[in-house]
């Protein structure tokens, strides 16, 4: 009731409702009505019996006795596979608490787990959690059973102490906690040099774990358009300086845009998904394309027309 | 601009509170936190002309309040030297009442108070108006509002300073209630002729002792902008010498009735002796020696002073140590026997119990004043009061209207038709009638007018039953249409018991029985010895008058009208009622002698709207007080801390205002940095 009447299209007034499971409640509404209106089922269809031909499938699993009894095309490949193994990793560095609205990133990336979670769960996939900022802080195992879910929204919302990020370490970490296939959905601002965290992530994917970036940036990481001159300090390593953000803004663009594109090309490099959003994004929207997004194509009309 | 409390200015320092508070502010605010500082450059500091103080209209605005609110309780005002102009403040009415009482008689006072007088008519503005009241026991205008305004401002001075200088303190008691009572009838006066208050300055300029009567001022209505000041003369003291009250006249115990006198004087702490001496008044001789006292170390003593029947009948009592300045003596009339004499014009044997002259000796035996019951024609004294038992003749109705011409009472108790006949003569009247009735029921009173001075004595309704009181034999009278005659009482079947007329300077009354116990109870009834001896003191010449009294009585003097009032201390002859003279001593009033100093909260729990009531309540000798008085009274009427309030109340308003929009426009910048721990 509470979650139909709120609107998932604004980030901000959903970020205002405390409870972690009521917001994705509410994002998982969209994200359903999303999917139903696209030719495209995302990951999860490649579990189900049966799924609908899509253009670029192999032809190889399409089942040709369903297509004689309904005339349409049904992929049957898998329908013998068993449950997904899934593990949403969460980034709750100091860089996340950054916000130049009314809620930091934070809260949005942990909406965007919870709800990711969620939608795994609801599919009968077993799906854990993972915290991490300088260490792996927290860590839920992969299962299904009753309750498991409410123990993920529990690991999620708990407060980090730590400040760096230590991606590299993290990635390490899963790799070495992921024995069998698991799909591994990584949130994080993707903030720290690609050069500290490229390996890890290399051996992550060689070890045929299904890696997806999902990197949560405020829209002020990206162009600049915040503060004013003053004394800027850095919330990680506490370094500061000087800055006056109309003499920085075109150097700062220019090199965040750098950066960004390095790590779109790592990703695509190790052969894992990527996907950018920023928190003034409607959550639903950026899932429902972060679920669309195949492996190699790119996730957004924008990166397309590029 | 004054202040009357400028030490309050202090709380200007804390205008540094909001400055330090704006620098603190901006040192903590210029720190921004961001996530991504590696992708930045550093900027190039640029030269900052702004100042470092943050929001400095906001910082103009927290000064100002702080620095109105120490104005306001710094109660400012503004000094009224300018010249007034038609536009300024309508004239405010100064009322001084100068207190002239007895107590104004002590060295020092009257001058000080005087000179108080005078400072305070210097300071007046020529627009204002000004009344000048003196009083005691009585109030008296000296100056009026008309007579100031028609004084040129430059003379005005002269003028007051004339008046008050022809004044000197009288003998009387000092009552304050009635002199603010008149000054307020002055000020509404005023305010009705301008139309409205233009404030109003009640100046008491009074030594304020302790005996002033000040409980009539509870019960006054102060107009609007009405305020009272206080302007003590002197630094009271109780005095330290000893006063004499007179509490009246003892009981004769056969030397004579004592004087009975309280001596007061401060408490000491341990026994003082005094001695007391009587002199005589007239020649100022001592008439006897002195009397040693012993006064306890309360400083009070009742004291009994036996005074011979030799002694003059004018005294005075002395102390003969430290006797006060003001109360230090008595003054007292011996209280004189009062002789009543009767005549009996009848042929009354005193041994005859049915005859009245029985009872008259009977009735008087016990009475205070000597009275002498004759039945022939005295030569010396003319008998006051006439008592007709028997039919007179020709030659003894003249002797009786000659004795009702001269001022007599004659009382006819008319037991016969002749007997009214004779009372109709007397009276002068014709076409009275009588016929003797003897009812088979005896008569009552049935009508008794108690306000008629026959019956006054038993007006009240435990002395006023009649109805015991019968009569088996009675008169009828008719009297004539034009008669002057009054009928005081009425028998119960309305025909009249009894009568008076006013015959010359007498009276004559007439009884219309007999006061035969065979005929009616009367002489055997308690009323009978009251009725009488009232008959005979008015015959005499009323009540026994008062003898020594103080100053503050001398209305109850019972002076003919258009007698000159006494306004001194000492033995005084004042004329009686009936044309005969009398001593009357007349003291200090008991009140004056309270010489302490009375508290200004006696005034605030009256009501006293006092304007300087924050101020030190008394002023010495040398002290002006003139000017922070004026100082508190301009502060009272112009109030000024109440706009520096209302501004200050405003500028918070604006600066609550500000605050709010820059809180606002900044917040859009830098809420950034929220960091979650």
């Known amino acids: 009731m509470l979650a139909s009447a709120m609107s998932a299209a604004d980030p901000a007034a959903l970020l205002a409702v405390k409870d972690l499971e009521l917001r994705t409640k509410v994002v998982m509404e969209g994200v359903r009505s999303g999917l139903h209106r696209s030719p495209f089922t995302g990951f999860s269809a490649e579990f189900t019996e049966y799924r609908q031909y899509t253009p670029g499938d192999d032809l190889r699993y399409l089942d040709w006795r369903a297509y004689a009894r309904s005339d349409r095309y049904y992929l049957k490949k898998f329908e013998d596979e068993t449950n997904l193994r899934a593990l949403v990793i969460l980034d709750v560095s100091r860089s996340m608490s950054f916000g130049s609205g009314e809620h930091p990133k934070i809260e949005y990336a942990r909406t965007l787990a919870g709800t990711l979670a969620r939608f795994l769960h609801e599919q009968r996939d077993v799906v854990g959690a993972a915290l991490f900022d300088e260490r792996m802080e927290r860590v839920v195992t992969p299962r299904w059973r009753p309750g498991h879910l409410q123990h993920i929204y529990a690991t999620l919302t708990r407060e980090p102490s730590g400040r760096d990020t230590a991606l590299g370490p993290a990635l390490t970490e899963v790799a070495r906690l992921c024995r069998k296939r698991t799909l591994i959905l990584l949130i994080s601002d993707f903030l720290p040099p690609v050069d500290t965290w490229a390996r890890e992530l290399g051996e992550l994917t060689a070890a045929r774990h299904d890696v997806r970036a999902l990197q949560v940036l405020d829209p002020a990481e990206l162009n600049l358009e915040f503060g004013r001159a003053a004394v800027w300090e850095d919330l990680e390593d506490g370094a500061s300086q000087y800055v006056d953000p109309v003499q920085a803004r075109e150097g700062y663009q220019s090199r965040i845009n750098a950066h960004l594109n390095a790590v779109k090309a790592t990703f695509q490099r190790h052969g894992a998904l990527h996907h950018l959003t920023t928190t003034d994004q409607p959550m639903a929207d950026s899932l429902v394309q972060f679920l669309q997004a195949r492996r190699g194509q790119p996730t957004t009309r924008e990166e397309a027309s590029a | ?677």
């Not at chain 2, 303190?169 to 009572?181: C, G, L, R, S």
């Not at chain 2, 008998?383 to 039919?391: F, G, K, Y």
Request: hydrophobic share 45%.
């Open chain 2, 1 to 677: 601009m004054s202040l009357l409390s400028p030490w309050f200015l202090a709380g200007l320092f804390l205008i540094a509170g909001p400055i330090v508070a704006h620098l603190i502010r901006r040192a903590t605010r210029d720190q921004i936190s961001f996530s991504a500082l590696r992708f930045l450059s550093p900027s190039t500091p640029r030269l900052d002309r702004r100042s470092r103080i943050q929001h400095p209209l906001l910082l103009l605005l927290r000064c100002l309040i702080v620095a109105m609110l120490a104005l306001a309780f710094a109660r400012p005002y503004w000094n009224q030297s300018t010249p007034p102009t038609a536009n300024a403040d309508p004239a405010r009415l100064v009322i001084v009442l100068l207190d002239r009482s007895a107590s104004m008689r002590s060295p020092g006072r009257w001058e000080n108070a005087t000179e108080q007088v005078e400072d305070l008519v210097e300071n007046l503005e020529p627009s204002d108006q000004f009344e000048l009241i003196a009083f005691d026991g009585t109030s008296e205008t000296l100056i009026s509002a008309e007579q100031w305004q028609q004084t040129l401002p430059s003379e005005r001075a002269g003028l007051v300073s004339a008046v008050v200088r022809e004044q000197s303190p009288t003998w009387q008691a000092t009552w304050i209630d009635n002199a603010v009572a008149r000054a307020l009838e002055t000020v509404r006066e005023t305010n009705e002729l301008l139309g409205g208050g233009a404030g109003a300055e009640l100046n008491i300029v009074s030594d304020l002792a302790n005996g002033s009567r000040l409980a009539g001022l509870a019960s006054l209505d102060w107009p609007d902008q009405t305020v009272v000041n206080l302007i003590t003369v002197d630094e009271l003291e109780a005095s330290d010498g000893f006063t004499l009250q007179w509490l009246g006249w003892g009981a004769d115990q056969g030397q004579g009735a004592p004087a009975r006198v309280r001596i007061s004087g401060p408490p000491a702490a341990t026994p003082q002796s005094l001695s007391v001496q009587l002199w005589d008044a007239e020649t100022n001789e001592p008439w006897q020696e002195p009397r040693e006292i012993v006064m306890p170390t309360t400083g009070t003593q009742l004291l009994a002073l036996p005074i011979s029947s030799d002694a003059p009948s004018t005294l005075r009592i002395g102390l003969s140590e430290n006797p006060a300045e003001l109360g230090g003596s008595l003054y007292i009339v011996k209280n004189l026997p009062r002789e009543l004499r009767f005549q009996i014009w009848g042929n009354d044997d005193v041994r005859d119990t049915n005859r009245a002259g029985f009872y008259l000796q009977s009735a008087v035996s016990g009475w205070q004043d000597p009275v002498v019951i004759s039945s022939t024609e005295a030569s010396a004294d003319t008998p006051a009061l006439h008592i007709v038992t028997d039919q007179p003749d020709a030659a003894e109705l003249t002797l009786l209207q000659q004795h009702l011409a001269d001022g007599a009472f004659v009382l006819v108790l008319a037991d016969s038709t002749q007997l009214i006949a004779a009372a109709a003569q007397l009276a002068g009247e014709t076409g009275w009638s009588s016929q003797v009735n003897q009812p088979a029921q005896p008569l009552l009173f049935g009508e008794i007018d108690f306000v008629h001075p026959l019956f006054a004595s038993f007006a009240d309704p435990r002395f006023s039953d009649f109805t015991r009181i019968r009569f088996s034999t009675t008169v009828d009278i008719s009297l004539s249409a034009d008669t002057a005659t009054q009928v005081v009482a009425r028998f119960d079947n309305e025909q009249p018991a009894v009568l008076e007329t006013p015959v010359g300077d007498g009276r004559l009354v007439v009884w219309a029985s007999s006061w035969s116990p065979r005929e009616t109870p009367w002489v055997l009834s308690t009323k009978f010895v009251p009725w009488l001896q009232s008959l005979a003191e008015r015959a005499t010449g009323g009540t026994a008058p008062l003898v020594v009294t103080d100053l503050s009585n001398v209305d109850r003097l019972g002076l003919p009208a258009g007698t000159a009032v006494p306004k001194t201390t000492g033995v005084h002859t004042l004329p009686g009622l009936n044309g005969r003279t009398r001593s009357v001593a007349l003291n200090v009033s008991p009140s004056e002698l309270q010489t302490g100093a009375l508290g200004w909260g006696a005034f605030e729990d009256l009501g006293v709207p006092l304007a300087n009531r924050d101020s030190t309540p008394a002023v010495g000798m040398e002290g002006s007080n003139a000017r922070p008085e004026s100082g508190l009274v301009s502060e009272s009427r112009q109030r000024a801390w109440r706009w520096f309030i209302l501004i200050a109340v405003g500028l918070l308003v604006i600066e609550g205002l500000l605050a709010l929009y820059f809180n606002r426009s900044s917040g859009a910048e830098p809420v950034a940095a929220n960091p979650v721990n």
